[in-house]
């Protein structure tokens, strides 16, 4: 009972006073998990699939735990941690990520069984997979993991540094020059639609 009332006394907190006061209620620790595990679920699938995602995300969050004493209490969302801790994560699973981008290079987008309008973006997109795949996997793992924080995680500049533990100037430079590389595999143009967003 004791627990419960403190998870729900948890939910009004920020991400750092439920982090801190973790340390003396570790049952706390829970309201993170419930937060964000889904969201880091996502960023692990896109990165690495599905079932390596659901191991991803459990080891993310024991590391969390085990770490939860070194949070730099002055940031009060705990994504661009978590992030930073899922991008080692993922790093520490390369191998299998290089083997998984390639294979999705060679295997050809099926076209959908029936078209209308508000599948043509979708088609675009399945077309665009192998290619895209390609360009990832020729670039670095640094600037790889960038690309992914920004284009699909949606991290802002700033939450990337910190997830990635660079200055912003630092994400600024290598993300204009990966979206110049990118933009020359395409011919021009630039098919993540980084423009988007903030920074």
């Known amino acids: 009972m004791e627990s419960a009332r403190a998870l729900l006394d948890g939910a009004a907190l920020d991400d750092s006073t439920v982090i801190e006061r973790s340390l003396d209620r570790p049952e706390l620790f829970a309201v993170l998990f419930d937060r964000y595990a889904d969201e880091m679920y996502r960023y692990a699938a896109r990165r690495l699939g599905a079932e390596p995602a659901e191991d991803l995300v459990a080891e993310l969050f024991l590391v969390a735990f085990r770490g939860r004493g070194r949070y730099v209490a002055a940031r009060a969302d705990a994504r661009p941690w978590l992030y930073g801790i899922a991008t080692n994560l993922v790093s520490q699973h390369r191998r299998a990520e290089r083997r998984r981008v390639r294979l999705m290079a060679r295997v050809p987008a099926d076209p959908p069984p029936e078209f209308d309008e508000r ?14 795949a390609q360009v990832l996997a020729r670039l670095s793992a640094g600037e790889r993991d960038l690309l992914l924080l920004v284009a699909w995680a949606e991290l802002s500049y700033e939450d990337a540094a910190a997830a990635l533990g660079v200055p912003v100037g630092t994400v600024r430079s290598r993300l204009h020059r990966v979206r110049a590389k990118v933009r020359r595999a395409f011919g021009g143009t630039d098919p993540l639609s980084l423009e988007n967003t903030h920074g």
């Open 119 to 132: 599948s043509a973006d979708r088609v675009t997109a399945e077309q665009l997979q192998p290619r895209l």
